[in-house]
Structure formats: structure tokens, C-alpha cells
């Protein structure tokens, strides 16, 4: 039996991987720097207080943000902030290339909202959610600047998860195209 009312969110299904390793490198430069002060016989409560409190930055700086959406309302959770962006009332979306590529997002209530676009190619749940509510921004006009690289996110997400597909399923490898054979002339 189904339930009505709201569907319950969802979210990045490799975010517990990534917050486990972000922890492990934190105690690991923890108990590293605490044995080394102890090595060099200058450990005291003070250091070793300094080293836990630089080791749980080294973690807060390593966490990822959590990702996760709702009917036409993905949200990235920091340590320290959420934010949320209405897709369906999407006003504006571009590109951030540099150390790291990232999709900027703003709704027409002035919301901002930056994300990895790998983290919707690695989630099909997530983004189906969030492509959901780009498509009723769109019927509604809302949406003025980058639809067109949303449109080319879509069809790489889509296509990498045809490729997926296929590699799984053994009808496709390595070397050969993912496109469809073209219809016989004649």
C-alpha cells in the first residue's frame, strides 16, 4: 500500500563512505601529531589540546556536505549551515570551474545552492528529484539563465547511466560506442 502525502527525501548514498574516511584522516592526523610531540618528549595538556582541536578541523575541512532532496527541494548540509534551493522555482544556474567543479543554483526567492554534479550522475534518486523540479521550472518560466547546461548535465548523467547499464549487463565494453546501431538503408 502506498502512502500519501509527501514522499520522504533523498540522499547521497556515499555519504557515509566519505564522512568515514574524512573521520579516519582526522584521528589518523591526531594520533600522528600527538606522537610525534610525545616522541620529541614535548607533549603537554595544552599541545595536546591544540592537536585535538587543529585534528577536529582537519575533519570539519574534510567532511563533505550532505546532499540530499525532496519533491522540487535538494539541500547541502555543512557543519556549520543547510542550505536549500527551490528547483521548481529554479531562476539561474552556471557552472564553477576551478579546484573543484561545481554547479551553482538560485531560485527566484534568492536561494543559493552550490553542489557537485557528481554527486547527482552517483545518485539516480537524487537526481531524477532534482531534474523533476529543473523540467516544472522550465514549464513555468522561471528559469532564465542555464537551462542549456542543465540540458547537456542531463543528457551526460543519462548517458553515463545507460553506459552503466549496458557494461553490467555485458552488452557493452570498453571499446565500443554506446550509440545505437543506425537502421539498415535500402
Do not use: K
Amino acid at each position: 500500500m502506498r502512502r500519501s502525502g509527501p514522499s520522504s527525501p533523498v540522499g547521497d548514498r556515499h555519504w557515509r563512505g566519505s564522512a568515514r574516511l574524512a573521520g579516519s584522516c582526522a584521528l589518523t592526523f591526531c594520533g600522528l601529531s600527538l606522537l610525534v610531540d610525545r616522541a620529541a618528549g614535548s607533549l603537554t595538556l595544552p599541545r595536546a589540546l591544540l592537536r585535538v582541536t587543529l585534528s577536529v578541523a582537519v575533519g570539519a575541512v574534510l567532511l563533505p556536505q550532505r546532499v540530499s532532496a525532496g519533491p522540487g527541494r535538494p539541500a547541502a548540509r555543512t557543519p556549520c549551515r543547510r542550505y536549500v534551493v527551490r528547483t521548481d522555482a529554479l531562476a539561474a544556474a552556471r557552472r564553477c570551474d576551478g579546484v573543484r567543479s561545481c554547479l551553482v543554483l538560485r531560485d527566484i526567492h534568492g536561494h543559493r545552492l552550490e553542489l557537485d554534479p557528481r554527486i547527482l550522475a552517483a545518485n539516480p534518486l537524487l537526481w531524477h528529484e532534482f531534474d523533476t523540479g529543473v523540467r516544472r521550472s522550465l514549464e513555468r518560466g522561471t528559469l532564465r539563465t542555464g537551462a542549456g547546461l542543465l540540458d547537456r548535465l542531463g543528457h551526460r548523467i543519462d548517458e553515463e547511466s545507460a553506459r552503466a547499464v549496458f557494461r553490467e549487463s555485458g552488452l557493452f565494453t570498453a571499446g565500443t560506442s554506446c550509440t545505437p546501431p543506425s537502421p539498415p538503408t535500402g
